[in-house]
């Protein structure tokens, strides 16, 4: 049986050409079933029947009052949420959204090749990765660090790269509990060309797939 997401792809703010590629992708992998929508009236309905809600580079207030409320409860009460790239700038406006995400971007340097370093390697999102990947990203600073806060699993090597703001304590993807859900976020996921990578791809599963609650922690 496959997992129903709901892929929410709205943007107020700066859109990602890739979001075309990047639902695509999605709807790709064979483990879920994908209602895609951009309408955030979508969001002020019960969400019960999808085991994740899916933010894909979103940007700026995407949300209704009554889509935060709904939101907030679903995954409290044991909803998956997963946040791709841009959903780190997403809902700035929302206090609870960025401890929801565990984190709020800041800047990022040029789209350039750098090298990702793998953290946790026991994780449904990073097992199949080598100790050190090689990737071509935005490279995304955040306002603060979610260490701490959040199961780092991917940290960028900001020597491998120009213009990185973070220093080497630069986290990318990681996961976290809010309440009875289960949230995963990946930085990565810029471009077009990152939905036909094989590694990126089962990483994207990977979260996908814990988020859901199909694989142990």
Not at 112 to 124: F, R, S
Not at 133 to 148: H, I, L, N, S
Request: proline fraction near 6%; charge should be negative.
């Amino acid at each position: 049986m496959t997992a129903r997401l709901l892929v929410y792809t709205r943007t107020t703010a700066y859109r990602h050409d890739s979001i075309p590629d990047a639902v695509a992708a999605v709807r790709a992998l064979e483990e879920f079933t994908v209602d895609h929508t951009e309408d955030p009236a979508a969001l002020e309905e019960p969400l019960d029947r999808y085991a994740a809600v899916v933010f894909l580079s979103t940007s700026g207030e995407v949300l209704t009052p009554a889509g935060r409320r709904r939101l907030a409860g679903y995954v409290g009460s044991g909803g998956g949420f997963v946040g791709v790239h841009a959903a780190a700038c997403t809902e700035y406006d929302w206090p609870y959204y960025g401890e929801l995400l565990g984190a709020r971007f800041d800047r990022h340097p040029a789209y350039q090749p750098g090298k990702v370093l793998i953290e946790d390697p026991d994780h449904p999102a990073t097992g199949h990765l080598p100790a050190v990947w090689d990737f071509t990203d935005e490279w995304y600073d955040f306002r603060a660090g979610p260490r701490g806060r959040v199961r780092v699993l991917l940290s960028a090597d900001e020597s491998s790269y120009e213009g990185g703001g973070m220093g080497d304590d630069h986290p990318l993807a990681w996961c976290r509990e809010q309440g009875a859900g289960r949230v995963f976020y990946t930085a990565l996921g810029h471009a077009a060309q990152a939905y036909r990578d094989p590694r990126f791809l089962a990483h994207l599963r990977g979260g996908l797939t814990w988020a859901t609650a199909e694989a142990a922690a």
